[in-house]
């Protein structure tokens, strides 16, 4: 069964330095890695996937995110954190060996960011 | 352009009583989501729709929970005989077929059962 850990509920970073929030996963087969974003009283939005090739992924907001195979791991990264990148993250996978089209989602990690 | 739909925002209803919430996915996105999201949780998942294909309901909680999605388009979850575990969020999604695709939420509707 495919499975996602974010091992932190939370994460508190200043303004100006650099964060990560962390996801592992678990699949059988080969996976495809999202990270979704959530603020106040709205739904998720998109950040970025992995899908194939390079293992760091560019998206939105200046967010990249580094997929270790190794290490069964897609943390997600910004250089400059701003206080207005403070929400609630979710990691989410899909394993494709198995067919399954649902995505199976961390259980979400806020980021709160100080000036 | 527009993004997925949900309506209504909020409902409260009495333990009890059946509520249908709705879901008005993106023009041309063949899959349909439906998750739950109760406070301080992750997202469960509850049912997923693929075009003509019979629907996934694997995540359904109980058999008061179904769904339709008519016309490869709008769908809408049902929930007969609320009961207080039910509240949460209720969160849709879409997306284009391919399973490489990211899904585009809706704002979810925020149910409270009393």
């Known amino acids: 069964a495919q499975s996602v850990a974010q091992p932190e509920d939370q994460v508190n970073v200043a303004e100006g330095n650099p964060l990560t929030v962390k996801c592992t996963y678990s699949?059988?087969?080969?996976?495809?890695l999202f990270w979704y974003v959530q603020y106040p009283n709205r739904g998720l939005q998109f950040l970025l996937k992995?899908?194939?090739?390079?293992?760091l992924v560019k998206g939105s907001y200046g967010f990249e995110a580094e997929f270790n195979k190794s290490q069964t791991s897609f943390h997600l990264k910004k250089p400059s954190a701003l206080v207005s990148d403070s929400a609630l993250y979710f990691c989410?996978?899909?394993?494709?060996?198995?067919?399954?089209?649902?995505?199976?989602f961390g259980t979400g990690t806020r980021l709160l960011v100080s000036p | 352009g527009a993004g997925v739909s949900q309506s209504p925002s909020n409902k409260v209803t009495e333990k009890g009583k059946d509520v249908e919430l709705r879901c008005d996915p993106i023009?041309?996105?063949?899959?349909l989501y439906w998750y739950r999201q109760s406070l301080g949780q992750g997202l469960e998942f509850l049912i997923y729709?693929?075009?003509?294909?019979?629907?996934?309901k694997s995540g359904l909680p109980s058999d008061r929970f179904s769904a339709e999605r008519t016309g490869g388009s709008v769908s809408t979850l049902t929930i007969q005989r609320t009961q207080q575990e039910d509240s949460a969020v209720y969160l849709c999604?879409?997306?284009?077929?391919?399973?490489?695709?990211?899904?585009?939420f809706g704002d979810g509707t925020r149910l409270s059962i009393l």
């Open positions: 023009s041309g996105h063949t899959a």
């Open positions: 999604a879409s997306s284009p077929e391919g399973s490489n695709q990211p899904q585009h």
């Open positions: 699949v059988s087969g080969n996976p495809y």
């Open positions: 989410a996978v899909r394993d494709v060996s198995t067919g399954f089209q649902k995505l199976v």
């Open positions: 729709f693929q075009g003509n294909s019979a629907p996934d």
């Open positions: 992995y899908i194939t090739g390079d293992n």
